[in-house]
C-alpha cells in the first residue's frame, strides 16, 4: 500500500501532458490489486476515499483527468458502474478524453465478458470522445464488435451511437455497415458525404455490384453530375469514366435498353459541351 500512497501521489500533481505515473498507478490497480488478485472491496473502498479527498487536498493543483479516470475503475471494481459514467460525464468538458484513456475500463469489462455493461459503456462514452480523429476510433470498432457478437440484441445500439457520433465515427461506421452487409446505408452515407465512387479501388466495390448492384446507380448518377458541372476536361474524363462503369452496371441489371434512354438523353442534355461529348465518343459511349 506504500505504493499505493507512492503512486496516487505522483499522478494526482503530474502534468497532464506526461502521464507516466497515470499509467503507473492503473497497471497498479489492473496487474497486482486488480479483481481476482490480492485485492478485495475493502482496498478499493479505502483507495476510492483517499481519492476523493484529494479533491479538496489538492485544490487547483489536482490533475483531473487521472483522478477522474482512477476513481472510474475503483467503482468498477466495487459494481458501481453507473457512478462512473455519472463522473466521466460531469467533467466531459475538462478532461479531453481520448480513447486510451477508456481503454483500460473497457478492457475490465470485456474480459469479465459483461457483455450489457460494455455496451452500456461504448454507448455512453462515445459521444464523449467525439473531438478526435476518425481513425483513432478503430479500437472502439472493435469493442462493439466483440459486443454484437456476444449479444446480438446490441446492434440497434451500435447503429444509433456510430450514427450520433459522425462525422467522426466515419470510419468506424463504414467498416461496421461493411461488416454486417448494411449496402443501402453505406451508399446512403458516402453520398451524404460527398464522396463518389472513383474515391475508392474498385474491389472495394465488389461486394455491392455482386450482392445489390441497384443500390450504387444513384451513387454513381451523383458523381457524374458533380463531375459535369465542373465544366474542365479533367471532370468529363472523370465523368465518363463512371459512365462506363455504370454502363456495366446497368448491363448486369439486365436493364440495357433503360441505360440507353439515360445516355441518349445525358448527351442531348450536355450537347454543347464539345469537350465532354469528345470524351463520351473516346470512351466509345456515343457513335
Known sequence: ME????????????????????ELYTSFWLYWLGPGSAGSDVLYEVELHKLQAAEAALGPSLS?????????????????DAEARALLARDVSK?????????????????????????????????LIIGFRSEDLAPYGD?????????????????STLQAMLPFSRT??????????????WVDLQMCMGQDPLSFRATALKPIEKDAPELLLPFYHQ???????????????AATRLLKRLAKLYA??????RWEQFIAVFASRNSRLRALQEELRKGGLLS
Open 3 to 22: 505504493t499505493a500512497d507512492f503512486l496516487r501521489e505522483r499522478m494526482l500533481t503530474e502534468d497532464k501532458t506526461l502521464g507516466c505515473f497515470s
Open 64 to 80: 483531473r483527468l487521472p483522478w477522474t479516470l482512477a476513481q472510474c475503475l475503483l467503482l468498477l471494481y466495487l459494481s458501481r
Open 95 to 127: 478532461l479531453m478524453l481520448k480513447l486510451e484513456h477508456l481503454a483500460p475500463l473497457l478492457g475490465v469489462l470485456e474480459r469479465a465478458e459483461q457483455w450489457a455493461l460494455l455496451r452500456d459503456w461504448l454507448a455512453e462514452t462515445g459521444p
Open 143 to 159: 469493442y462493439w464488435a466483440v459486443v454484437v457478437e456476444q449479444l446480438p440484441e446490441a446492434e440497434s445500439a451500435m447503429w
Open 172 to 185: 468506424v461506421y463504414e467498416n461496421a455497415l461493411a461488416a454486417h452487409g448494411r449496402w443501402d446505408r
Open 223 to 237: 458523381a457524374v453530375e458533380r463531375y459535369v458541372l465542373q465544366k474542365n476536361r479533367e471532370g468529363y474524363k
Open 252 to 257: 448486369r441489371l439486365k436493364k440495357g435498353e
